[in-house]
């Protein structure tokens, strides 16, 4: 059966770090580009890393650039990101998703109708 995780998330204080954990099971996890999107109360979705499934092309959307890391570990079925210097804009539930998708950028800014989600972490930076 097709699943997908997210962990990690928790309070921590502005300028801080974490790092979330998504693992997939019940597909072909390498055959997926994967994607770090998040929601803040009120606000749209956005996405904020992702990655390819095989040649490890990254996109940072602005906001975060600098900041987080995306990274994957194929053998393990697992995407990891990484959040440094955390800012209080950053709070938001955090999903992960899979997408068979080719170009990152694009996977980013506008997921796919199919995308695999899962049902996401909480983030929260306080000031």
């Known amino acids: 059966q097709l699943w997908i995780a997210e962990s990690g998330g928790r309070l921590v204080q502005s300028g801080g770090s974490l790092t979330l954990s998504c693992v997939g099971r019940?597909?072909?996890?390498?055959?997926?580009?994967i994607g770090w999107y998040r929601q803040a109360p009120g606000k749209e979705r956005e996405g904020v890393a992702c990655i390819s499934a095989s040649t490890r092309d990254t996109y940072y959307a602005d906001s975060v650039k600098g900041r987080f890391t995306i990274s994957r570990d194929n053998d393990k079925n697992i995407v990891t990101l990484q959040m440094d210097n955390l800012r209080p804009e950053d709070t938001g539930l955090y999903y992960c998703?899979?997408?068979?998708?080719?170009?990152?950028?694009?996977?980013?800014?506008?997921?796919?109708?199919?995308?695999?989600w899962g049902q996401g972490t909480q983030v929260t930076v306080s000031s």
């Open positions: 019940g597909f072909n996890f390498d055959y997926y580009a």
């Open positions: 998703s899979a997408q068979r998708f080719t170009f990152v950028e694009p996977m980013c800014n506008s997921p796919r109708h199919d995308a695999k």
